[in-house]
């Protein structure tokens, strides 16, 4: 089973499922590592807002339909 497909030399396909995930993981990750870079400084106040995972796959699908539009 081959999740990624490699389109050409520098483009890769993937599932919107897997892709979804990977930023879900580096946002928060993002969101963990501000947090606690800033602890006790005067931007310890400013956060990165929690985002719903299919936030991302609407930004996705417009993505790819602006892509598509092209």
Do not use: C, H
Not at 37 to 58: E, H, R, W
């Amino acid at each position: 089973m081959n999740l990624l497909q490699k389109t050409n030399e520098t483009q890769v396909e993937m599932p919107d499922d897997l892709l979804v995930t990977l930023m879900s993981v580096s946002y928060s990750s993002a969101r963990g590592i501000l947090a606690e870079l800033t602890a006790g400084t005067d931007y310890s106040n400013i956060l990165l807002p929690l985002v719903n995972p299919q936030d991302f796959k609407t930004i996705l699908k417009t993505a790819e339909k602006q892509t598509e539009a092209k």
